[in-house]
């Protein structure tokens, strides 16, 4: 037991797929928000996210009930129903959200006839139907949009409207994904598959898991393990990650007030708590410099430093640049091969025009890198695509010291050995051909 734990009241319910996501975050936030019963702060953010499924909730029951595939006048009429109580910044940031949803999201007859649109789903420990606030009720979820295809295949919708955009195979394995999946196939004993769909509507990207039955009640151990561990747990001691960054109960979070040696929970109240903050980050900033440095060295001399789910470690990056007298060149021969086919006046002038720009932007650079080709060559692509192929480029590689999220790490070493690969196969063809 820690310095600051004390002995805390056990939970034994209801549980949802988030607060089971929360302990696995970290355990103090889960008996902050769930047994002490803290009201989080409100923020935009939340806010935002409120609004968005309050308007996909309305407009889809909407185009349900009309039996339409889409009417995107009425989903900004009822946008603009709702969101009222947003500020200016709020609001233009949920329209952006919106227009990308409205872009992408499908509705058509067979989905409108079946779709349960946030349909809230309670049930008992023996995974019979109750009310929602029933005193049995043992696990509630509520789902953005289901509905079932061809009898026996489910799909789930949830949306998304978080700024960051997980690894995939971090979302594949995820409680969310897993738990949905295994509440569905113990509600529905005819259902043979699942498809649950992630919209990240702010990337306008979907990321989707698809599961047999067999699968989907495997996600059983998932969900039971981390009830048991809630259960059991009577510390529910905090845990420091990458995320503690965005979480709402840092003034509540006895690490946080450790960290910056503070008596209440709100950091700037007066005159004298700024002074005094504003002193604490400054020689917390020197602190955390000359931290880092001792870090690194240590980390260089034995292993890595696992927080969470990131890692103090190395990483290599590599850029390139390309010189510019030798860009100079390969768009000077483009210019010279181009007039030469030219057939009147205006398009030699308008060749020259092209060229004096994209020479003028080199120019202007001291060095060419491989990240500022796009704004010297804008839409020319076939002069950017013969610098590149033609000119010898200077690579840099540097070894950094991070906080490296694991999962992405993985995925970038993975498709660098695809590249790899790929690069020594077709060299092995042009050695045969």
């Known amino acids: ?33 769930y047994i002490k019963k803290i009201q989080a702060p409100d923020t935009p953010s939340k806010r935002v996210g409120r609004a968005f499924h309050e308007i996909a909730k309305n407009y889809l029951l909407y185009l349900q009930q009309a039996d339409l595939p889409s009417d995107k006048e009425k989903a900004w009429k009822i946008a603009k129903e709702l969101t009222v109580h947003l500020s200016d910044e709020e609001r233009d940031d949920l329209f952006q959200i919106l227009t990308k949803w409205l872009d992408r999201v499908e509705f058509d007859e067979e989905m409108r006839t079946t779709a ?3 349909e809230k789903i309670a049930i008992d420990k023996d995974f019979q139907p109750v009310d929602w606030l029933a005193p049995n009720v043992w696990f509630r979820w509520v789902m953005d949009r289901f509905y079932i295809r061809q009898g026996n295949l489910a799909i789930i919708d949830d949306w998304k409207v978080d700024r960051a955009l997980p690894a995939q195979s971090k979302i594949e394995k995820s409680l969310q994904m897993r738990g949905y999946a295994w509440l569905m196939a113990m509600i529905y004993p005819d259902l043979e598959q699942f498809v649950i769909r992630l919209h990240y509507v702010r990337h306008s990207k979907m990321i989707e898991a698809v599961l047999d039955r067999g699968q989907a009640l495997d996600g059983r151990d998932l ?30 979070c006895v690490k946080f ?21 504003g002193e604490q980050i400054v020689l917390l900033s020197n602190y955390i410099k000359e931290g880092k440095k001792e870090l690194k060295a240590w980390v260089e001399k034995h292993h890595p430093i696992v927080i969470g789910k990131k890692k103090w470690d190395f990483s290599i990056s590599e850029s390139k640049s390309y010189p510019i007298k030798d860009v100079l060149r390969v768009v000077k021969e483009w210019r010279d091969e ?21 020479m003028n932007k080199t120019l202007e650079k001291a060095k060419v890198k491989e990240n ?3 704004s010297i060559f804008g839409a020319f692509h076939e002069i950017k695509e013969r610098v590149t192929s033609e000119v010898k480029p200077f690579v840099y590689r540097k070894n950094n010291f991070d906080f490296i999220d694991i999962e992405k790490a993985k995925e970038k070493t993975e498709k660098r050995a695809k590249v790899k690969k790929s690069t020594k196969k077709s060299k092995l063809i042009d050695d045969i051909f």
């Not at 009830?227 to 509540?252: A, M, N, Y």
């Not at 007030?257 to 903050?277: C, Y």
């Not at 181009?338 to 994209?358: F, R, S």
């Open 1 to 33: 037991m820690t310095s600051h734990s004390k002995p805390k009241k056990s939970f034994r319910g209801p549980y949802s797929v988030s607060k089971l996501e929360t302990y696995q975050q970290c355990p103090y936030a889960f008996y902050l928000l």
């Open 223 to 252: 969900i039971m393990g981390v009830i048991t561990k809630i259960e059991q747990d009577t510390q529910f001691e905090p845990r420091v990650s990458d995320r503690c960054h965005w979480c709402d109960l840092k003034g509540e």
């Open 257 to 277: 007030k450790e960290a910056l040696q503070l008596k209440g929970g709100t950091l700037v109240k007066t005159e004298e708590d700024a002074r005094r903050v």
């Open 116 to 118: 349960m649109i946030e």
């Open 372 to 374: 500022t080709l796009g």
């Open 338 to 358: 181009e007039i030469a086919k030219a057939n009147t006046t205006e398009e030699e002038q308008a060749i020259k025009a092209i060229a004096d720009e994209i």
